[in-house]
C-alpha cells in the first residue's frame, strides 16, 4: 500500500509487478520494541551515502517476516528533524546484505501467519528504493494505515461470521433437557446479539472500503472505526459462541478456541484500539 499511494512509477513497476502476479508478497516494517503507538519514536535509521542509504536497527512484529521477499521499512533519516518529519520509506529486499531476521514470535493466535523482527546491521540500500519524498515517511505510513485498518476490520468480520455459523450448527443439534439447546430463549437472544452486531460490523466495513477505494477525505474515521468496531465484535461474539459451546468450546476438537484466540489480535494490531478511538476523535474535533 505505501507503493501504491507514494512510490514513483518505476518503483511501482519493479516491485508490484511481482507481487501482482503472485510471485512474492510484501511485509510492512513500522513497529519498533520502543515504539508501536508512538511511531514517532522510532530509532531504526537510515544515513545517506553517496547514493545509497545504510538502514541500521530493528523492526518487531513484522508479519511474513522471512518469508516475504520485499520489505516496506520506515527509518529515521533526519535525526535532528522536526519530530514525524524526519522519517523516510524504504523498499529492502530479503537479500539484501546486512539484512536479517529474529526468531519466529511464540504468539496466542494466528499461528498460521509467521511474525518475527526484522535486523538491520548496516544495510546497504540504494536510493532508487526511497518510496515518497524523503522526509515525508511517518505521513506515508498513516495514511497506509488508514487504508490497512479496513482490512483488519474484515478479517474480525470472517472470524466472528466462522464462529456464529458453529455455535448455531452446534445448538441447533445439541439436547439438553429432552431439547434443542437453540430451543431456550437465553440461547435464542445470545444468537440474535450476535449476528445483529456482526452485521453492523459488516455494514460499516464496506463503507470504510469503500471510502478507501475511492480516497475520501474521512476515510480516517470510517477506517479507524470499522477496524475498532468489527475486532471489539469480533472478541465479544467469538466469547459467546465459546460459552454457547460449553465445555467443548473450551477444547481444541471444536475450532471456536481458535477463532477466539485469532480474534484477540484484531483489536491490538494495525493500531490498538484504545489508538483508534484517538484517531476518530481527532477527526472529529477536526470537523
Request: hydrophobic residues 40%; charged residues 25%.
Amino acid at each position: 500500500m505505501p507503493l501504491v499511494l507514494a512510490a514513483s512509477d518505476e518503483v511501482k513497476k519493479r516491485y508490484l509487478t511481482p507481487l501482482a502476479a503472485g510471485e512474492t508478497t510484501f511485509s510492512y516494517g513500522l513497529s519498533e520494541r520502543e515504539a508501536g503507538s508512538d511511531t514517532a519514536a522510532m530509532r531504526c535509521k537510515a544515513v545517506r551515502d553517496g547514493d545509497d542509504w545504510v538502514l541500521t536497527g530493528q523492526k518487531s512484529w513484522i508479519t511474513n517476516a522471512g518469508v516475504s521477499e520485499y520489505y516496506t521499512v520506515l527509518a529515521v533519516t533526519d535525526p535532528d528533524g522536526p519530530r514525524g518529519n524526519n522519517i523516510t520509506a524504504f523498499v529492502v529486499e530479503r537479500s539484501d546484505e546486512g539484512f536479517s531476521f529474529g526468531e519466529k514470535e511464540r504468539k496466542l493466535g494466528i499461528k498460521g501467519s509467521p511474525t518475527r523482527e526484522l535486523h538491520f546491521d548496516h544495510c546497504r540500500i540504494p536510493g532508487d528504493r526511497v518510496v515518497g519524498e524523503v522526509g515525508a515517511g511517518l505521513k506515508l505510513a498513516l495514511a497506509t494505515l488508514d487504508h490497512t485498518r479496513v482490512t483488519i476490520g474484515a478479517q474480525a468480520v470472517g472470524i466472528a461470521q466462522g464462529a456464529l455459523d458453529h455455535a448455531v450448527a452446534y445448538v441447533k443439534e445439541r439436547q439438553q433437557f429432552g431439547k434443542a439447546v437453540a430451543e431456550f430463549q437465553g440461547v435464542q437472544f445470545m444468537l440474535a446479539d450476535m449476528a445483529m452486531q456482526l452485521e453492523a460490523a459488516r455494514q460499516l466495513v464496506y463503507v470504510a472500503a469503500a471510502k478507501s477505494e475511492r480516497g475520501d477525505a474521512d476515510l480516517p474515521f470510517f477506517g479507524a472505526a470499522a477496524k475498532a468496531y468489527a475486532s471489539d465484535v469480533a472478541m465479544q461474539v467469538t466469547t459467546d459462541a465459546v460459552q454457547l459451546l460449553g465445555g467443548a468450546g473450551y477444547t481444541r476438537d471444536f475450532p471456536l478456541e481458535r477463532m477466539m484466540r485469532d480474534a484477540k489480535i484484531t483489536q491490538i494490531y494495525e493500531g490498538t484500539n484504545q489508538v483508534q478511538r484517538i484517531v476518530m476523535a481527532r477527526q472529529l474535533l477536526k470537523g
